[in-house]
């Protein structure tokens, strides 16, 4: 070392530590960050996944029943349908109308058979029938009572709607619940 140089110890220098830490903070900050948009961004990819993987579903427990009634049009509805839950979950029921909406069986509020449909999806539905349309099966989204519901039906040879029908949010968070378990393994 020359006469004219001196050593500078960098640990004397409270402004260097404390801007050493700062940009440390700073990169660990925004690590977590980006760490926490990218699960929000999977989350919601996730939940569009698995929503679609629910209606498929959905769709074909409204088909297999259907197909049931069309093997066996004058079967007993309340000794098939009843208590019958889709994926398990609580708000899930089966609905079953004629091609005119009106409720023949409905899993969950008995009061309602014999009533027109509130679901808008099978009034819908019933409608295009009415008109003559061909309508085989699918599913739809609709509100009802402010409530989000998910359902997919099926139509009968002779024309009746069977639709399994669930709570949005419910599916949702039947669904979030599985992605955050897993993601926290």
Known sequence: MGKNEKV???????????????????VLVS??????????IALEIFVADQ?????NVMEEQATAYGKLL?????????????????????????LLTDEFG??????????????ETMSTAVKEISAKLQKGEN?????????????EKFAAYYITKDKRIMAAV???DEVTAEIT???VKTSSG
């Open 177 to 179: 619940a599985s992605f």
């Open 102 to 115: 009106t409720v023949l069986f409905h899993g969950t509020d008995s009061s309602r058979v014999g009533k």
């Open 8 to 26: 500078i110890d960098t640990n004397k220098m409270t402004g260097f530590k404390s801007i050493k830490s700062t940009v440390a903070l700073l």
């Open 51 to 55: 929503e679609a993987t629910m209606l």
């Open 135 to 147: 309508v085989t099966s699918g599913y739809s989204q609709y509100t009802i009572d402010g409530v």
């Open 70 to 94: 069309d093997e066996s049009p004058e079967a007993d509805y309340n000794s098939i349908f009843s208590g019958v839950k889709i994926g398990g979950l609580e708000s899930s029921y089966l």
């Open 166 to 168: 669930m709570n949005q």
């Open 31 to 40: 690590m977590i960050i980006i760490a926490a948009a990218g699960e929000i």
